[in-house]
């Protein structure tokens, strides 16, 4: 099996953990705090952005008078009480993860949450389950740019092109795609378009390794 899979890459926010609630019902605290008005909307216009790119938005269109990097801390702030309070794993990710790490397949968490929300999520599960985490604190170009997706596999030492990577929104679809992973698209919040660049499932519940190498068998190249 390893022969055609080199290792799984995982998106957080909405594909790993339903954090996305979490997100918006910080954002909706944080702009009427301000006396801003949000709706849906833009909440789901910033699922899977880099946080200050988002921060940003909000800043706009949600009237927060803060600097960016402000309403970056508080979010989170927010998001990482409400995930260590209860934490939501998506339908089928936690036996998948599993599998994966019984079977020897390394696995990454990409996401553009900040490491301290990324390391609250990683530390409920058993040690080994992730080999690397990618924030997007720690990339210079966040989604939908390629960056967190190539750093990622360059951490794991494994080519891109022969990675499944897994994702619940339209800029991390894009991202993985432009970094050459097999992607997976599990939307959430948002839709996802099909194309044939990607395989479009309505989750993983049920899903094995050996399901993901039979849907990426004609996309990754095996030696």
Not at 105 to 123: D, G, I, Q, W
Not at 124 to 141: H, K, M, N, W
Not at 188 to 204: D, G, M
Request: glycine share 6%.
């Amino acid at each position: 099996m390893r022969n055609c899979l080199d290792a799984v890459l995982w998106d957080m926010d909405g594909t790993l953990v339903d954090t996305e609630p979490y997100w918006i019902a910080a954002e909706y605290r944080l702009v009427e705090s301000f006396g801003g008005h949000w709706n849906d909307e833009h909440a789901h216009a910033l699922v899977g952005n880099p946080l200050l790119v988002s921060a940003a938005y909000i800043r706009e269109h949600g009237g927060v008078d803060l600097p960016a990097e402000d309403i970056v801390d508080r979010l989170l702030d927010e998001v990482i009480l409400d995930t260590k309070r209860e934490t939501s794993w998506r339908p089928g990710v936690l036996p998948l993860l599993a599998e994966l790490r019984a079977a020897g397949v390394p696995c990454a968490m990409v996401t553009m949450s900040y490491r301290n929300l990324a390391e609250a999520v990683a530390s409920q599960l058993p040690s080994g389950t992730f080999q690397a985490l990618v924030t997007g604190d720690e990339v210079s170009r966040g989604k939908p740019d390629p960056e967190a997706y190539l750093t990622a596999a360059r951490l794991l030492g494994v080519d891109p092109a022969r990675c499944i990577a897994i994702e619940d929104s339209p800029a991390g679809v894009a991202s993985a795609e432009m970094a050459g992973c097999v992607t997976i698209a599990v939307p959430n919040q948002v839709p996802i378009e099909p194309a044939n660049t990607r395989i479009v499932l309505e989750s993983v519940a049920g899903v094995t390794l050996a399901d993901l190498l039979r849907l990426a068998e004609d996309r990754v190249p095996c030696t």
